[in-house]
């Protein structure tokens, strides 16, 4: 979600407006500056699966902003932001990146409903909207919050599509992202083990996670065949370098909202395996993607059609994946989607339609 929310910081301030991040503050953002962003942090008090943060209503106050946009729901912003939109009478944008996704919503079912009497209704109720990166959340939107409540669905923009040519790669599949059970990294490992792949045929997994999914995952990885690596978290160079050099991204993913790591592989010329959970069925529709299921055999028959397709096929399906990129989810085309939206919350009736 940070990528996301960075990424939309940087649309409204190329666009011309002015932007301030407002996060619960931890090791990983204390440091973070970027030129016409301003980020302001609360200190978090308790536990931090909660957020309490009370200096977050100063950090709103100081920044004052127009609109104001919640990435992510289930924690202590929520109600900061519902009391700053009853303070100030401004509009209040929600995004929940996939929090409400039944998978999501079947975990932690006791803090969920604590969550939802103390703060999160409240939130929901004050929001002028809520934002959807697809209509299948926005679907699970209308179940949690109401059918009545507006709903914007817009999505995650990718970055730009590569402009080199794309070239012939050798059978590596790469998983790019958390290292979490909704990820169903354990099945992927299975399924690996179990395939039929051709000579050369290498699984790469670049990601983090926090330290009981790490301890778990390691122990998974250490039965792994020797054609598995592991890199830790990539970012930059070493993140564009694994996009490029695999033939296959792969995301067998329980849960998700919309997941940047498909669109950073399709902008890399990167055709994808990926389960419906992923809530991107365009990608199968257009033919930059395969689907698979959740399941050790699905996934194992995804990786072996995969990995035997074709040099003209995987060429074609190379093409779709840069189509997709360079289309909806180009950077710009998503951009002004969202300055008709803020537009539209700031004087209603003007929105352009999303």
Known sequence: MATAVW???????????????VALADEGNGDLTEPGITVLTAAVQGPRQIGYAPALARCLDQAAPDILHLHGIWMYPSHAGAMWAR???RPYLVS????LDPWITARGRLKKAMARMAYERESWRRATALHALTRDEAADIAREAGADRPVLVIPNAGPPATTALVQPREPHVLYLGRIHPKKNLDTLLDAWAIADLPAGAQ????????APDMAQFQQKLAMAPSTVHFHGAAHGADKARLLTEA????????SEGLPMAIL?????GTPTIMTPACHLPEGV????????GTDVPSVAR?????????????????GAALALARGRFAPAQVMQAWIGAYRGLVQPGTRAAA
């Open 7 to 21: 990424q939309q910081a940087r649309m409204i301030r190329d666009a011309g407006g002015r932007v301030t991040i």
């Open 87 to 89: 303070r100030t009478g």
């Open 96 to 99: 929940p990146h996939g929090m």
């Open 203 to 210: 699984l790469h997994i670049a990601g983090w996670g926090d």
């Open 247 to 254: 033939r296959w991204m792969i995301l067998p993913s329980h």
């Open 264 to 268: 950073e592989a399709w902008a890399a």
């Open 285 to 292: 529709e257009a033919g930059a993607a395969l689907p698979c």
């Open 302 to 318: 995804a990786l072996e059609q995969a990995l035997r397709l074709e040099p003209a096929g995987w060429d074609d399906m190379a």
